[in-house]
């Protein structure tokens, strides 16, 4: 028996939950109930999982139970780009076999969620609009020219971008330069799983507000919520930073990181940037920010990462989160300086140390896809999907070439971790100067 301890909180409310509208109020697990599987985690991961599995046994059922509202985990707080090229900026550390392997299954995750999208009218501001890296240090147009080894490596279309050419697509000349990659999908990610959770098989039953508190793994298992039991013959866990709680690992290392969301600019703002087509980008240093102009006229940044060990962040850390987006606006668009934002929230990324994930049957009917390391809309979406044809006994080499690379690293165990991953993520934040 595994009593879980650390349960997913909201912290504070993502502008994409507030700006997607209705959220789907299934209601929780209650008394008891029996099912072939169970699948614990409701974001891209186990979406994916349920959806797999309810269409690989359509008699079966399928009961998929989260501790929040679909939308409100990290799957609907993210900075919602769906990533098809790998992001390594080290051209030293790329490898070209694997590269190309992971690319084709995020392209493939890009295609089964666009499939979704069109065929369910899922309104989440779906938008082709590629993606930038941009480096504003001079020492980091280094990473940017790695970074376009690797594409040149992969036969990947890319532009490099510098001065005017570059200012007017982004509205800012605070970027020295950017590599443009054509096939990353912006969207409202809060909109997109709701939707994803709405046009799920008839044979998925999904229960919102149902943390799982104990799980006791025999034949059947047994999922316990404050309102329910669930009996199953299958348990997929895909509850990404929390899957230690449920026994399977200890070599995640769960990071927040923060964003924020302003309200609409006005014309007069807008036409102060150039209007510019909606765009994303991320930064030329891991730790350095993200940003986004949206459809609705929004400035979307993202930055600051920091280690809790308990599992959740909080008004002190919103708060710092607050002011550091506000400086990075204000760096990157000055005429923007006194829009406030409407929104600022945490969201936890699971990294593992080699930055591969864990995946696989951990024992007996147990199944677990975890540490999509901050690409897992794209990696969770097909981890979910081949863990269900892994399930289901169905081969193929996109399964064989996840199980030969799913092997995440050891971390050393508390008090080193914590010291350990503070130092890492400090010097980390400083190195990326003004990325940040
Ligand atoms: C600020 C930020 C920006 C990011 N930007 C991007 C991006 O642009 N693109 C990208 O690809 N990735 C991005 N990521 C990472 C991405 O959000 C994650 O990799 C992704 O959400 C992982 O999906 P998942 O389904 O595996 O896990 P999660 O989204 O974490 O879903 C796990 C679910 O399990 C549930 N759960 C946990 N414990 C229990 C329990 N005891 N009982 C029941 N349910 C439970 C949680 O409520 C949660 O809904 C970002 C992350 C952050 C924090």
Redesign the pocket.
């Known amino acids: 028996m595994a009593d ?1 301890t650390r ?2 909180a909201l912290d504070g409310v993502s502008g994409w939950d507030a700006l997607a509208g209705d959220t789907l109020a299934t209601t929780p697990l209650s008394g008891w109930q029996r099912a072939r599987f169970a699948v ?7 979406l994916a999982a349920a959806r797999g599995l309810a269409e690989r046994f359509p008699d079966a059922e399928v009961v998929l ?4 509202r679909i939308g409100q ?3 609907g ?7 098809d090229v790998p992001h390594n900026l080290d051209s030293d550390e790329a490898d070209p076999v694997q590269d190309r392997q992971v690319t084709r299954l995020n392209r493939w995750a890009v295609e089964m969620l666009r499939e979704q999208v069109t065929a369910n009218g899922i309104a989440c501001d779906w938008d082709d609009a590629g993606k930038y890296l941009l480096a504003a240090e001079a020492r980091h147009i280094d990473s940017l020219k790695g970074f376009t080894d690797t594409l040149d490596g992969l036969g990947e279309p890319h532009t490099w971008l510098e001065g005017p050419d570059l200012s007017a697509r982004i509205g800012t000349d605070y970027y020295r330069a950017g590599v443009y990659t054509p096939g990353n999908v912006l969207m409202n990610p809060a909109a997109l799983v709701r939707g994803l959770a709405r046009s799920l098989p008839a044979n998925v039953t999904l229960h919102e507000l ?4 104990t799980t006791t793994y025999g034949e059947p298992h047994r999922l316990e919520t404050p309102t329910g039991v669930l009996e199953a013959d299958h348990i997929v866990c ?5 899957t230690g ?1 449920f026994g399977f690992g200890d070599r995640y290392v769960p990071v ?4 924020s969301l302003t309200r609409p600019l006005t014309p007069e703002e807008d036409a102060a940037i150039g209007a510019v087509r909606p765009w994303g980008a991320t930064a030329a240093h891991p730790a350095g920010t ?1 940003l986004r102009v949206t459809p609705d006229r929004r400035v979307f940044v ?1 930055n600051m990462l920091r280690w809790r060990a308990e599992l959740c962040s909080g008004p002190p850390d919103l708060a710092a989160a607050a002011r550091t987006h506000q400086q990075a606006l204000r760096a990157r668009f000055p005429t923007l300086a006194d829009v406030p934002f409407e929104h600022t929230w945490g ?4 990294m593992t140390r080699n930055f591969q994930p864990c995946f696989g049957t951990v024992r007996p009917g147990v199944h677990v ?2 540490g ?1 390391n ?7 979406t097909y981890l979910g999907r081949l863990l269900a044809d892994l399930i289901a006994g169905q081969d193929s080499d996109a399964l064989a070439f996840v199980q030969r690379a799913a092997s995440p690293a050891w971390v050393p165990p508390e008090p080193a971790r914590t010291l350990g991953v503070t130092a890492k993520l400090r010097a980390e934040e400083r190195a990326a100067g003004a990325e940040k």
């Open positions: 879980v349960f997913p614990i985690g409701g974001g891209f991961t186990g139970l989260d501790a929040l985990g990290t799957s707080r993210n900075a919602g780009f769906i990533i149902s943390p799982v508190v895909a509850t990404n930073s929390f709680e927040f990181s923060y964003a993200t993202r969201g936890m990324l699971c896809a975890a999509m901050g690409v897992g809309v794209a990696k969770g």
